[in-house]
T-cell receptor, first 115, second 117 residues
Framework: NAGVTQTPKFQVLKTGQSMTLQCAQD?????MYWYRQDPGMGLRLIYY???????DKGEVPNGYNVSRLNKREFSLRLESAAPSQTSVYFC??????????????FGPGTRLTVT | AQSVAQPEDQVNVAEGNPLTVKCTYS??????LFWYVQYPNRGLQFLLK??????LVKGSYGFEAEFNKSQTSFHLKKPSALVSDSALYFC???????????????FGQGTTLQVKP
């Protein structure tokens, strides 16, 4: 069981370039999430997918798009990277319950620098 | 508005001493509360959660947390700290929305725990 995997681990982009961050989970979880982590700000939710076929905006969606390709995979796309998007990006997944009591499992992260 | 606060950026403790990492929350309805730990250059790992029942929750690596409804707090504790406990700790609360439960979490800003030998 690999859990949650993310690629790439590191990336440097120039302003205006585009890229896609990949995430996959092998735990048969319904829900998947993308977060960004910035110093002193904790984790902020960018987008989430409560189940296959659905996606919704989180707290900081501007400048990002997502695709829930299938139950396993959830990708995050930066169409035109900006320096403000320099951050560490984490993907997470969880089982979905009516009560929302399930913990999330996190990938190892992607460290992105936009110059 | 729902929120989580971790009032200390850093907590320093000597190895073998008890440790406490503080968390307070503001939610409507019953809170679902979580603690996660992040070691350097790693993703977050789940430690424990409070959903209902006993106010003292036990989790991984000897950690426990006490839910206090009157003080809206969920402090993380450990009776005897280890150097290997040094890490970044996050408190989180389930986020409720008009579309129902989505499993979303709101995270605090994190507290760095430093355990010195």
């Amino acid at each position: 069981n690999a859990g949650v995997t993310q690629t790439p681990k590191f990336q440097v982009l120039k302003t205006g370039q585009s890229m896609t961050l990949q995430c996959a989970q092998d735990m048969n979880h319904n829900s998947m999430y993308w977060y960004r982590q910035d110093p002193g700000m904790g984790l902020r939710l960018i987008y989430y997918s409560a189940s296959e076929g659905t996606t919704d905006k989180g707290e900081v969606p501007n400048g990002y798009n997502v695709s829930r390709l299938n139950k396993r995979e959830f990708s995050l796309r930066l169409e035109s990277a900006a320096p403000s998007q320099t951050s560490v990006y984490f993907c997470a997944s969880s089982e979905r319950t009516s009560g929302g009591a399930r913990e999330q499992y996190f990938g190892p992260g992607t460290r992105l620098t936009v110059t | 508005a729902q929120s989580v606060a971790q009032p200390e950026d850093q907590v320093n403790v000597a190895e073998g001493n008890p440790l406490t990492v503080k968390c307070t929350y503001s939610v409507s309805g019953n809170p679902y509360l979580f603690w996660y730990v992040q070691y350097p250059n790693r993703g977050l790992q789940f430690l424990l959660k409070y959903i209902t029942g006993d106010n003292l929750v036990k989790g991984s690596y000897g950690f426990e947390a006490e839910f206090n409804k009157s003080q809206t707090s969920f402090h993380l504790k450990k009776p005897s700290a280890l150097v290997s406990d040094s890490a970044l700790y996050f408190c989180a609360v389930r986020a409720l929305s008009g579309s129902g439960n989505t499993g979303k979490l709101i995270f605090g800003q994190g507290t760095t725990l430093q355990v010195k030998p």
